[in-house]
C-alpha cells in the first residue's frame, strides 16, 4: 500500500485532503505533519511514498520543506496542496521539483488529474 | 488599485462552499437585504503583504460559525464543536478565500496565517474593495476584500498588528 504524509497546519484541512484521497480512490496509508518541520523530521525517520504539503505553514514551509528534501538527497515524490495556485507559484513550486500543485478548493476529480498521471 | 470584482468574490465564494463546506453546488446565495452584523461575532481573516496590500475576511455568528466546521469535518448537525476545531475552520475557509484573491492580483505577495477573532482588528487605514453578504442555511455571513490605504504610493500596511507578522 502507498504511504502519504499529509503536511498542513491545519488539522481541519488535513482531514479533508486525506477525505478527499479516499473520494478520489487513493486508498492509501496517511500519515500527518502539523509543518514543514514536522514532516521533514518524518521523511527522515521513515520515507513515505509521496508527500502531499501546504504551502504556507507556519515555522517551515512547504516549499523550505521541499528544497530541504532535495538538499538532504531524498527524491521523494512531491505534490502541494495549497490555497494559492497563482503561475508565479506553480513555476517555483516545478522549479523547486514538486510534481503538482493543486489549489484549494479542490474536488476528487482534481486529486486524479493531478496524482494518477504520477503513478503511471 | 486591484480590479477585484463583486463577481470575482462571489465566484470564490461558490467555489469554496461547493467543494469544502457542502460538496454541492448552489448552497449560499446573496443575503437578501440587511445583514444583522450584530449577530455576527466571530471574525477569521488572513492578509495579502506585497505589492498590494489587503485582506480578505469572513465575519458570521458563532452559531454559523459552529455549523460551518461541522460542515468542514462532516460531523452529524447537532455534534458538539470545539473552540480549537472552531479556530481551524474558520481560519482555514479565509486563508483558501485569500489564496484566490491573491491570485487575481496582477504582482504577487505573500499571504499571512489566518487569523481568527471575535471580531476583525481596528484598521483606520483599510477599506473594503468588495463585500459580499451571504445566506448559507438561512443565516448570514460577510465575506470582505480589503484595500490598505495607500500613502505616497506605498501601501500604509494591513492591519497587522505589531509582532502579528507572518512572514
Known amino acids: ?120 | 488599485m486591484s480590479a477585484i470584482t463583486s463577481q470575482d468574490v462571489s465566484a470564490i465564494a461558490d467555489d469554496v462552499f461547493a467543494a469544502m463546506v457542502d460538496g454541492e453546488a448552489g448552497t449560499i446565495a446573496p443575503w437578501p437585504g440587511d445583514v444583522p452584523l450584530d449577530g455576527h461575532d466571530v471574525a477569521a481573516w488572513v492578509d495579502v503583504h506585497g505589492p498590494w496590500r489587503g485582506r480578505a475576511s469572513l465575519e458570521t455568528s458563532s452559531d454559523v460559525a459552529a455549523g460551518l466546521t461541522r460542515a468542514l469535518l462532516r460531523l452529524p448537525e447537532r455534534a458538539a464543536v470545539s473552540d480549537d476545531d472552531l479556530v481551524d475552520a474558520l481560519g482555514e475557509l479565509a486563508n483558501v478565500v485569500g489564496g484566490n484573491v491573491k491570485a487575481l492580483l496582477p504582482e504577487q505577495g505573500t499571504l499571512g496565517l489566518p487569523r481568527v477573532a471575535g471580531a476583525l482588528p481596528d484598521d483606520p487605514g483599510a477599506h473594503p474593495v468588495q463585500r459580499l453578504p451571504l445566506g448559507w442555511r438561512g443565516r448570514s455571513l460577510v465575506l470582505t476584500v480589503w484595500a490598505a490605504e495607500e500613502r505616497n504610493g506605498v501601501a500604509a500596511g494591513a492591519a497587522t498588528a505589531p509582532g502579528q507578522e507572518d512572514r
Not at chain 1, 504524509?5 to 496509508?29: C, K, N, P
Not at chain 1, 532535495?70 to 495549497?82: I, K, L, Q, S, Y
Open chain 1, 1 to 120: 500500500m502507498i504511504r502519504v504524509l499529509v503536511a498542513d497546519d491545519s488539522r481541519v484541512m488535513r482531514q479533508i485532503v486525506v477525505r478527499t484521497l479516499r473520494q478520489a480512490g487513493f486508498d492509501w496509508e496517511v500519515c500527518e505533519a502539523a509543518d514543514g518541520q514536522e514532516a521533514l523530521d518524518a521523511v527522515r525517520a521513515d520515507e513515505p511514498d509521496v508527500v502531499l504539503s501546504d504551502w504556507n505553514m507556519p515555522v517551515m514551509t512547504g516549499l523550505e520543506l521541499l528544497r530541504a528534501l532535495r538538499a538532504e538527497g531524498f527524491g521523494t515524490p512531491f505534490g502541494f496542496v495549497t490555497s494559492e495556485g497563482s503561475a508565479e507559484m506553480r513555476q517555483m513550486a516545478e522549479e523547486a521539483g514538486a510534481l503538482f500543485l493543486i489549489a484549494k478548493p479542490f474536488t476528487p476529480e482534481a486529486f486524479r488529474d493531478a496524482i494518477e498521471p504520477c503513478l503511471a
